[in-house]
C-alpha cells in the first residue's frame, strides 16, 4: 500500500513552543486553517481511499477539507497521538522531551520523561495504529499525525528516512510517503515540507514537535 504521513497544521501551541501532547489538544490557528485547505491541492494528485488521525483535534481539523473534497469521513486512532511530554505537558521547556528522542536515536529505548513513555511502549502504540491502517486494504492512505511520533516512527521503520530528514524538521503539513506493509517493511518514496533549520526566531513556522 501507499501510505500518506502528514503532520498537522500549525497551532498557538507551536507558535508558543509548548508541549502540547495530550487530548483534546489546542485548535488550528489561521495559519493552520490554511495549511490545511492546502492539502486538498498537494494531495490532489493521489487516489486516497481513506483518512485517519490521531485523537488530537489538530488532526482532525487538518484532514477534513481534504476529506470534504473527496467526500470521505475520517477515522480516529488513538494510537497515532503524539508522544506523550508526561510531566512536562504544556512546558516551554523541551530540554528533557527533545532529549529523550535523541536518546531513542541513540539506542537508549527506556528513555523516558517522567510520566511519559518509552522507546518501546510508543513504537507499539503507533505501530498497532498502522498495522490497523494496513489491515483495511487500500491502496493509498492518509494518516495525519504529530511531529515527534512521525519522525520516531518513521526513523524506526523507514529505511533512508532519517538520511533525508538530515538536520531538518517536518513542517506543519509536512508529508511522508511510503509505500510498502507492516511485514514486508517500507520504502522511503518522498519527503515534502522539510526545514532544513530551525531556531526560536523562526516562531512563525511553528514547533519543531507536537
Do not use: C
Not at 490532489?44 to 481539523?61: D, H, K, W
Not at 511530554?85 to 529505548?109: C, K, Q
Not at 533512508?160 to 531538518?168: H, R
Amino acid at each position: 500500500m501507499r501510505l500518506i504521513l502528514v503532520r498537522h497544521g500549525r497551532t498557538t501551541s507551536n507558535v508558543g513552543f509548548l508541549l502540547d501532547t495530550a487530548a483534546p489538544g489546542a485548535d488550528l490557528d489561521e495559519t493552520g486553517r490554511e495549511q490545511a485547505e492546502g492539502l486538498v491541492e498537494r494531495l490532489a494528485g493521489f487516489p486516497i481511499e481513506a483518512i485517519y488521525t490521531s485523537n488530537l483535534v489538530r488532526t482532525q481539523q487538518t484532514a477534513a477539507p481534504l476529506a470534504r473534497r473527496l467526500g470521505l469521513g475520517y477515522t480516529v486512532l488513538p494510537g497515532l497521538r503524539e508522544v506523550s511530554a508526561g510531566d512536562d505537558e504544556m512546558s516551554a521547556d523541551a530540554t528533557r522531551y527533545i532529549g529523550t528522542m535523541v536518546a531513542w536515536h541513540g539506542g537508549d529505548v527506556d528513555a523516558r520523561v517522567p510520566g511519559g513513555e518509552n522507546a518501546t511502549e510508543f513504537l507499539a502504540r503507533f505501530d498497532a495504529a498502522i498495522d490497523e491502517v494496513a489491515a483495511a486494504d487500500h491502496a493509498v492512505a492518509m494518516v495525519v499525525s504529530h511531529g515527534a511520533a512521525l519522525r520516531t516512527w518513521a526513523t524506526a521503520r523507514v529505511p533512508g528516512f532519517d538520511e533525508a530528514l538530515g538536520k531538518g524538521h517536518l513542517e506543519n503539513t509536512g508529508i511522508i510517503i511510503a509505500d510498502g506493509a507492516p511485514d514486508a517493511g517500507w520504502t522511503l518514496v518522498e519527503l515534502d515540507g522539510v526545514r532544513s533549520y530551525w531556531m526560536p526566531d523562526d516562531a512563525e513556522q511553528g514547533d519543531p514537535v507536537s
